[in-house]
């Protein structure tokens, strides 16, 4: 129910840290669960993901207009 991008990235993160659990990304988790945009956003750089696919996750993140999941 994720909007397209938002899957994209959660795809991507999970492909190369494997599962996002809640105890590894726990602000990733409270900024979905909160539908807060910003909060996302600011939780999806991995530190060994190197700039350039953290800064293609927050772009594909920036074209989400509304959380409606």
Not at 11 to 24: A, L, S, V
Not at 39 to 48: A, E, G, L
Request: charge should be positive.
């Amino acid at each position: 129910k994720f909007p397209p991008q938002m899957q994209d990235v959660l795809t991507d993160i999970k492909y190369n840290t494997g599962n996002i659990e809640r105890k590894n990304w726990p602000n990733l988790h409270q900024g979905i669960a909160e539908r807060n945009l910003e909060s996302i956003i600011n939780n999806v750089n991995r530190k060994d993901g190197g700039n350039s696919r953290n800064q293609w996750a927050i772009e594909q993140l920036r074209q989400i207009k509304r959380l409606d999941y």
